[in-house]
């Protein structure tokens, strides 16, 4: 049975929540009519529908949260749009002050196919031309070589539950570490970490700011993992 269409304007209001408050953090009805540009009102009518869609949890006064449902449409298309951007301005040259909007227009109607497609021509980025992380895929893979290995992309599965980067975390958080991203030479230097899919992890929020690294905990060892890592290394949330 094919997906039903979510409308671009939903999607715009999960992308928001999610750029706000991707680890179950309130955003604000203002945070939302500041960044949409849409009066508070309106604002608080479209929350009541998408708590009624299921996408979100509402607390009048207080703001929104995404649901397990909604934080899964948000990160598939806060992906899409990030790494779009990265397309348009490493290969089609796309001036860096036009990109956003291009890939705002792009975001919602780009296929999955054509998504890995880019991933894969890209080899697996992890920041968007404005730093911020772009989200792991849906797929059902541990690895970017798991994927790259399966050529027929109707035999693709889709994961059944949400990832955070490491470096996404906002908070104390501990998982299990379902996905890897990254090239070969990424993926051996994380192996040589003793970082493996199916591990258990472990962090205490701290700021990074000036270090730039990473403190966890994996199956009771802790270690010292650069922001990089951190960026491609992804827990079940």
Same mark, same amino acid.
């Given at each position: 049975?094919?997906?039903?269409?979510?409308?671009?304007?939903?999607? +715009?209001?999960?992308?928001?929540?999610?750029?706000?408050?991707?680890?179950?953090?309130?955003?604000?009805?203002?945070?939302?009519?500041? +960044?949409?540009?849409?009066?508070?009102?309106?604002?608080?009518?479209?929350?009541?529908?998408?708590?009624d869609?299921?996408?979100?949890?509402?607390?009048?006064?207080?703001?929104?949260?995404?649901?397990?449902?909604?934080?899964?449409?948000?990160?598939?298309?806060?992906?899409?749009?990030?790494?779009l951007?990265?397309?348009?301005?490493?290969?089609?040259?796309?001036?860096?002050?036009?990109?956003?909007?291009?890939?705002?227009?792009?975001?919602?109607?780009?296929?999955?196919?054509?998504?890995?497609?880019?991933?894969?021509?890209?080899?697996?980025?992890?920041?968007?031309?404005?730093?911020?992380v772009?989200?792991?895929?849906?797929?059902?893979?541990?690895?970017?070589?798991?994927?790259?290995?399966?050529?027929?992309?109707?035999?693709?599965?889709?994961?059944?539950?949400?990832?955070?980067?490491?470096?996404?975390?906002?908070?104390?958080?501990?998982?299990?570490?379902?996905?890897?991203?990254?090239?070969?030479?990424?993926?051996?230097?994380i192996?040589?970490?003793?970082?493996?899919?199916?591990?258990?992890?472990?962090?205490?929020?701290?700021?990074?700011?000036?270090?730039?690294?990473?403190?966890? +905990?994996?199956?009771?060892?802790?270690?010292?993992?650069?922001?990089?890592?951190?960026?491609?290394?992804?827990?079940?949330v």
């Amino acid at each position: 049975m094919a997906e039903a269409k979510i409308s671009e304007n939903i999607e +715009e209001y999960l992308e928001v929540l999610y750029r706000n408050g991707s680890n179950g953090e309130q955003v604000s009805t203002t945070q939302l009519s500041k +960044e949409l540009g849409i009066a508070p009102g309106s604002v608080t009518q479209m929350l009541k529908k998408l708590e009624d869609l299921g996408y979100i949890t509402y607390t009048p006064y207080k703001g929104a949260t995404l649901t397990d449902e909604g934080m899964q449409i948000a990160q598939k298309i806060t992906r899409k749009h990030r790494i779009l951007e990265k397309f348009l301005l490493d290969v089609l040259k796309v001036k860096e002050e036009n990109i956003h909007d291009q890939a705002c227009e792009m975001e919602h109607t780009l296929s999955d196919e054509a998504e890995r497609a880019i991933c894969t021509m890209l080899h697996h980025p992890d920041l968007c031309p404005d730093e911020n992380v772009i989200p792991a895929c849906n797929f059902d893979f541990g690895s970017c070589q798991e994927c790259f290995s399966q050529k027929d992309f109707d035999q693709v599965m889709n994961r059944k539950f949400n990832l955070l980067s490491v470096s996404e975390l906002t908070g104390d958080a501990e998982g299990t570490i379902s996905f890897i991203r990254g090239n070969s030479e990424l993926l051996d230097e994380i192996t040589d970490k003793g970082v493996k899919v199916g591990q258990h992890l472990k962090y205490e929020f701290t700021d990074n700011t000036l270090t730039n690294n990473y403190f966890v +905990e994996i199956e009771g060892n802790e270690l010292n993992i650069s922001s990089e890592m951190a960026n491609n290394i992804f827990i079940r949330v």
